[in-house]
């Protein structure tokens, strides 16, 4: 056994889905049936969230096992430490690999900042990280906006106001997170009558999830507008009567109604 130069300690493997899959399928379940049962193996979905997660090689080794040569890469997810069996012409589990240098790549200032406004969530979040290792101060209110959120600093979003209403409402949409869910929500509340509209455009959506929270912020800080619009949900939504009567106690109260 000797170490495979090719994979180096220290380098990073970024995965991808196995172009090959189907050639390679009757050659690995014969030589490594046990691999059926790997933590690594993994369905379609699963593998493009590996795809996401450059994954560290800690060791690697090189073997010959029935005329096959193959290397085993132990890397580490979500810290737990796996081994992945790497054959000449593709991986088990069933996935590709290339391998990169383990130094990260250096963008300027202004290309992250590019990518917190024109960028997708993910790519946001991940510029957002490397602007925070560098202590950096948001230049314009569309940035701030865009770089707080992406790192769940919702309590920064305040110094801006209403420009971070509608940034924070796409990203209520998008959030996978249910525990930042209410976070999202209470910096509405602390953003005040500035989020109203946006907040009752989300009982246009049938059966919203969280609506819950609508009423409950809108029964806080509503106008008067609000009442019709409670009067309206309490016809129509049987699952939440109390916190809607309660929010309409609060805005009639409020509004001498």
Known sequence: MTVNPKYKVGETVYLRLGTNLENARNKYLSLFPKFLK????????????????????????????????????????????????????????????????????????????????????????????????????????????????????????????????????????????????PYVFYTFKQLGVTSEIPLLHLFIIPEYEHRQYVYDILGDIGTKNCIEYFEAMKRQDNKYQDRINEGLEK???????
């Open 251 to 257: 805005l009639r109260k409020r509004h001498n109604e």
């Open 38 to 181: 790997h933590p690594l193996y993994a369905g379609y979905s699963d593998q493009i969230v590996l795809r996401m997660k450059p994954l560290k090689i800690l060791k690697a080794n090189y073997f010959l096992d029935l005329d096959q040569h193959y290397y085993d890469l132990q890397v580490e997810v979500d810290g737990q430490f796996y081994t992945i069996r790497k054959l000449e012409d593709f991986l088990v589990p069933p996935i590709e690999s290339k391998v990169v240098p383990s130094t990260k790549p250096t963008y300027s200032t202004e290309y992250c900042e590019d990518k917190l406004i024109n960028g997708d969530h993910i790519e946001r979040l991940e510029f957002a990280q490397v602007l925070e290792k560098i202590n950096y101060q948001p230049k314009t209110a569309e940035i701030g906006v865009r770089y707080y959120i992406s790192l769940s600093r919702f309590d920064k979003l305040l110094q801006y106001g209403e420009l971070s209403v509608m940034p924070l409402l796409e990203y209520l949409f998008i959030c996978a997170d249910p525990d930042k869910i």
